[in-house]
């Protein structure tokens, strides 16, 4: 397959700082769908992904999957997207599409496993996919999702990734008007949690370590803040929450808030893969049904249902706008947890 080289930004080493890696993409197949990236959102996930944090990361890497740009070109069998739309591509750029999970609209739980937008088993070229950080991107039509017109569509970048996420879980476990959710971490995934739950008519409270996201935290719509860190304070919300949503990326203890669930509630963990820190105790899951569940972005209808609910209800993430070469601070500071709430890259930076 003949292919067209085109700019990106990554990595050859998990030491070693992002920088210009030009990248090869596909010619256009009959289903495929040509788009030059406008934006892209920064998720905690480039970072871990860059960094092989999870192991397994596919050198040279390419992050991005929070995108947002204008269709340029469309295959013959295109007949949903033309030249000129706006639209976005989160975190798969494929799937089987045949298996049951496919079939329910669960690509991301594909029984043999979805392409993810980097770092994915490349199907057309061999090798492993190239994210957003990049001038183009060519995917399949069925994994590309129309953007409203009506909202600043940089703000809609971390939507395709820090959006789906919370919304998955907030809609899986049925959150909706008087519904008692909580969010722990106010970043990226947190600060959308937070507006989403509200959107959807629940009362929210944040879970933070750190008192000066309090006002913030207030400004995004939630109704009480919770210093995570503080004995006394966490006592104040026992037994109290229908949902917890948790976007705490690192090694942490989950039973203070599993303490803060009442009967049935659950706590979805989204943010750390792995072992959890502490033993977590039984009693309270037993007397008082309650769960802990994980979840994974969400699926490509389930995705679009979020982008027309924020189109609807005028919800977009708060932003930073950077230049593509401003990112290896922009990682610094996202580990800092000094970003409000999203850092957005603005690729004209990358093509000038
Ligand atoms: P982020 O912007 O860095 O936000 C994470 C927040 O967690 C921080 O703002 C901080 O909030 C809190 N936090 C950070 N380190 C902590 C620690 N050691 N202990 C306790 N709290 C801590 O990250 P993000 O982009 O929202 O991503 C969050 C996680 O979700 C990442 O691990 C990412 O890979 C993962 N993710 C998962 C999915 C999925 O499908 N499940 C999708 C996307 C991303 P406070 O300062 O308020 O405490
Ligand atoms: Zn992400």
């Known amino acids: 397959m003949s292919t067209q080289t085109v700019k990106a930004f990554g990595t050859d080493a998990p030491t070693e700082e992002l920088k210009p890696l030009p990248i090869e993409r596909r010619e256009l197949t009959a289903k495929d769908v040509e788009i030059d990236i406008l934006y892209c959102g920064v998720c905690h996930s480039d970072l871990h992904t860059a960094r092989n944090d999870w192991g397994g990361t596919k050198y040279p890497s390419v992050p991005g999957h929070e995108i947002i ?17 706006l639209v976005g591509v989160g975190c798969m750029v494929d799937s089987c599409k045949t298996c049951s999970s496919c079939q329910q609209g669960l690509e ?9 937008t980097y770092n994915g088993k490349d199907k057309h070229l ?48 049925n959150v909706k008007e008087g519904s008692k959710v909580a969010v722990v971490g106010l970043g990226g995934l ?5 507006k989403l ?8 409270t944040l ?59 659950t706590l979805v963990l989204v943010g750390y893969l792995g072992d959890l820190d502490e033993i977590v105790n039984t009693v309270s899951l037993i007397r008082s049904r309650k769960s802990i ?40 500071r996202m580990l800092r947890s000094d970003v409000k709430y999203r850092f957005v890259i603005d690729m004209k930076s990358l093509k000038n």
């Open 126 to 173: 061999g090798g492993h996919t190239f994210g957003g950080y990049s001038e183009k991107v060519i995917v399949d039509q069925d994994f590309v999702l129309r953007v409203p017109e009506n909202l600043d569509a940089a703000a809609v970048a971390p939507l395709l990734c820090a959006g789906i996420t919370t919304w998955s879980p907030l809609r899986h476990w």
């Open 207 to 265: 879970f933070s370590r750190s008192s000066n996201k309090i006002q913030d935290a207030k400004d995004l719509g939630a109704d009480d803040v919770v210093i995570s860190t503080d004995a006394e304070h966490m006592k104040s919300v026992l037994g109290k929450f229908d949902l917890i949503v948790d976007t705490v990326p690192y090694l942490h203890d989950v039973n203070p808030y599993m303490a803060t669930l009442g009967v049935n509630g």
């Open 197 to 204: 739950a509200k959107g959807l008519g629940a009362s929210v």
């Open 293 to 332: 569940a994980g979840s994974l972005i969400g699926g490509i209808a389930e995705t679009q249902e979020m982008l027309d609910f924020c189109g609807k209800h005028n919800i977009v993430s708060d932003i930073e706008m950077i230049n593509m070469q401003d990112i290896n601070g922009a990682y610094e």
């Open 69 to 85: 740009g204008r269709v340029t070109k469309t295959g013959n069998d295109v007949a949903d997207f033309k030249v000129g739309d």
């Open 108 to 116: 991301q739980y594909c029984l043999n496993g979805f392409v993810g």
């Open 190 to 194: 947190g600060h959308m949690a937070i």
